[in-house]
């Protein structure tokens, strides 16, 4: 079985800051992708950044990257200079190569202040 | 242009109504997939299709059947609905139909039952 942990239900950072949000994951396969979806209050869920499991190099895409411990099946993201936009909540996604399908965590509401 | 586009949006209809919710991909993609998120905001997966055929079907009421006639639309119908069905539904496509292609959301149909 697959499982998405995100420890942090909600998360406030103070615009042009940097915050960290939390992922934790398990499984049982060697090969899967994880990875971080957006979703604004539009509802609309937007890729943010994945990480292919086989690779040690940490996913960067402009302001946001990840830390990927695959030991302690962690996998955070770093937003840096945080802006208005990125309120939202972020959830934290796996999908193993048996398994076929996205499984998430709970998500975490980012609030930025300006 | 939309890459996974769903119509309705918005859903409003009573209990026992039955009705569908209808999605597009023009990603050229093989394999395409419909999500809830319930009302804690949840994201569970409920179908899957690969080239019209049917691959995940997760533990969903017989009430909604899948459609898909070719593999750029797949339909969802949903028979004598209840208070429960409540919920946001997406519609996802990814490339190549393997469990590790990144999977990319429509805008979501907001679906609510009186």
């Known amino acids: 079985a697959q499982t998405v942990t995100q420890s942090q239900p909600e998360m406030s950072v103070q615009e042009a800051e940097t915050v960290t949000l939390s992922c934790t994951y398990d499984?049982?396969?060697?090969?899967?992708?994880l990875f971080w979806y957006k979703q604004p209050p539009s509802r609309q869920m937007i890729l943010v950044i994945r990480?292919?499991?086989?690779?040690?190099q940490n996913a960067t895409e402009n302001r946001f990257s990840v830390n990927f411990q695959k030991a302690a099946k962690s996998f955070s993201l770093k937003i840096s200079d945080s802006q208005l936009g990125d309120a939202a909540m972020y959830f934290c996604?796996?999908?193993?190569?048996?398994?076929?399908?996205?499984?998430f965590g709970k998500g975490t509401k980012l609030s930025v202040k300006p | 242009d939309t890459a996974v586009s769903q119509t309705p949006k918005y859903l409003v209809t009573q209990m026992g109504n039955d009705k569908s919710i209808k999605c597009e991909q023009n990603?050229?993609?093989?394999?395409m997939y419909w999500y809830k998120q319930d009302s804690k905001k949840f994201l569970k997966i409920m179908f899957s299709?690969?080239?019209?055929?049917?691959?995940i079907n997760e533990t969903v009421p017989n009430r909604f059947s899948p459609k898909s006639p070719d593999k750029a639309h797949l339909n969802l119908h949903i028979n004598s609905l209840e208070l429960g069905d409540s919920a946001v539904y997406f519609c996802?496509?990814?490339?190549?139909?393997?469990?590790?292609?990144?999977?990319?959301f429509g805008e979501g149909s907001w679906l609510t039952v009186v």
């Open positions: 299709y690969n080239n019209k055929e049917l691959i």
């Open positions: 990480q292919e499991a086989y690779k040690q």
């Open positions: 499984t049982s396969e060697s090969d899967y992708y």
């Open positions: 996604a796996s999908v193993g190569r048996s398994q076929g399908n996205l499984i």
């Open positions: 990603l050229g993609h093989d394999t």
């Open positions: 996802a496509s990814s490339q190549g139909g393997g469990p590790l292609n990144t999977i990319y």
